[in-house]
């Protein structure tokens, strides 16, 4: 139980263009779903906190405008990355809770989408 | 400002040998605190977790100790093997896990068999 899956699992575009990036809870309702950012050999970085049904919280520091999250069912988020540039390159990992498990507490991981703008 | 320092940064262990990555909190108002472990081009997945009223957690050859006057956690690794060579993450919550996840750098570690 507690799968959470992404897709794409990986994607190239050119400058300029919006790429959306799907995070999925599987198996079971998540009210609460976390965006992260990773670079290369780095730590895993909280962008934003996507609830069904209401706006994100954004980290600070993370453009709202650039990053746009929609959480509009109990199993699907999205991020969608407007106007990529080559410093948008990373790898973006979603997380949700099942509060229904016996670990509502545990944040379960997607396997995260690398982006890399060209 | 980091809240939670993660070392060494890596670490090589023989096949058999014991693994001890250390991680130091500095808001006492944290009382979650989960390892993750993260191979390459994969998420992260939980391995073990631990709440402030208990030192010690063991869940099959992985342990975490915690000590709360010092606010510090280890993950102890027993008989190390070479499938366990990934990066290993701690991390530090607050309202019983229930807010954000703050996470160490990560230690990224080899296990040579």
């Known amino acids: 139980g507690a799968v959470v899956s992404q897709h794409p699992s990986w994607v190239i575009c050119k400058s300029g263009t919006s790429v959306k990036i799907e995070c999925r809870s599987l198996d079971f309702q998540a009210t609460t779903m976390f965006w992260y950012r990773q670079f290369p050999k780095q730590s895993l970085m909280l962008m934003a906190t996507?609830?069904?049904?209401?706006?994100?919280?954004?980290e600070q520091g993370v453009e709202k405008d650039k990053f746009l999250i929609n959480h509009a069912s109990l199993t699907l988020s999205t991020l969608t990355v407007t106007s990529a540039h080559p410093e948008d390159s990373s790898f973006y990992i979603c997380s949700a809770r099942d509060p229904t498990s016996g670990k509502p507490d545990t944040q379960y991981f997607g396997p995260g989408t690398r982006l890399t703008v060209l | 400002q980091q809240q939670v320092k993660q070392s060494p940064q890596s670490l090589i262990v023989q096949k058999g040998g014991i693994s001890i990555i250390n991680c130091a909190y500095e808001?006492?108002?944290?009382?979650?605190f989960p390892w993750y472990q993260q191979f390459p081009g994969k998420g992260p997945a939980l391995l073990i977790a631990i709440r402030p009223d208990v030192s010690e957690k063991k869940e099959g050859r992985f342990t975490i100790s915690f000590n709360k006057s010092a606010k510090q956690f280890s993950l102890h690794i027993m008989d190390s093997q070479p499938g366990d060579s990934a990066t290993y993450f701690c991390a530090a919550s607050m309202d019983s896990g229930y807010s954000t996840l703050t996470f160490g750098k990560g230690t990224m570690l080899l296990v040579s068999p």
């Open positions: 808001n006492t108002a944290f009382d979650y």
């Open positions: 996507s609830n069904e049904g209401s706006k994100a919280t954004y």
